[in-house]
T-cell receptor, first 109, second 113 residues
Framework: RKEVEQDPGPFNVPEGATVAFNCTYS??????FFWYRQDCRKEPKLLMS???SGNEDGRFTARLNRASQYISLLIRDSKLSDSATYLC??????????FGSGTRLQVQP | EAEVAQSPRYKITEKSQAVAFWCDPI?????LYWYRQILGQGPELLVQ????????DSQLPKDRFSAERLKGVDSTLKIQPAELGDSAMYLC???????????FGSGTRLTVV
């Protein structure tokens, strides 16, 4: 079983739609959680950290459910520029960050 | 905004040849990582440095890969000999204490022919 699992997609949504991605992780001792965004053939860039209480950054909302070991990312009012791959990332503690394989989002006009 | 520098951006090499990648982390970042990302997959850790010391190289194929960070600043990752399956993006990242998100360089895209 992979340490971090994501639905690869693609998720094809129209502009203005709300879309949600989920991610599950296997290591219950994991300390911190992040979402990274990766554009085609570019490096991953930190989108947001995920806090236990949940957090928002503009149109983006991240949630953490430690009991069920899953993380979610909600994007409201999708823009064409949101088209990218979204990587779920887990800090397992005492090791480097572990990345999921990513969920591809395509926002269509 | 401070950046992680990597070179070259692209590299095409023939199998069995040697290839090397260079990374200069953000100034003051003690922790440096090399990740490999195969198309369609997430980045996978190859090696982690804390200053000049290797912290984790458990996933580094040591028969052909080597990495060093001699002065605890910039780092070199080498592959010798390269194999077709090594074609991937090689990403360098750094962080201050190993806690929190990392900053990645723009990567080196390696194609082995």
């Amino acid at each position: 079983r992979k340490e971090v699992e994501q639905d690869p997609g693609p998720f094809n949504v129209p502009e203005g739609a709300t879309v949600a991605f989920n991610c599950t992780y296997s290591n219950s001792a994991s300390q911190s959680f992040f979402w990274y965004r990766q554009d085609c053939r570019k490096e991953p860039k930190l989108l947001m950290s995920v806090y236990s209480s949940g957090n928002e950054d503009g149109r983006f909302t991240a949630r953490l459910n430690r009991a069920s070991q899953y993380i979610s990312l909600l994007i409201r009012d999708s823009k064409l520029s949101d088209s990218a791959t979204y990587l779920c990332v887990v800090d397992p503690g005492r090791r480097a960050l572990t990345f999921g394989s990513g969920t591809r989002l395509q926002v269509q006009p | 905004e401070a950046e992680v520098a990597q070179s070259p951006r692209y590299k095409i090499t023939e199998k069995s040849q040697a290839v090397a990648f260079w990374c200069d982390p953000i100034s003051g970042h003690a922790t440096l990582y090399w990740y490999r990302q195969i198309l369609g997959q997430g980045p996978e850790l190859l090696v982690q440095f804390q200053d000049e010391s290797v912290v984790d190289d458990s996933q580094l194929p040591k028969d052909r890969f080597s990495a060093e960070r001699l002065k605890g600043v910039d780092s070199t990752l080498k592959i010798q000999p390269a194999e077709l399956g090594d074609s991937a993006m090689y990403l360098c990242a750094s962080s201050t204490t190993g806690i929190g998100g990392y900053t990645f360089g723009s990567g080196t895209r390696l194609t082995v022919v």
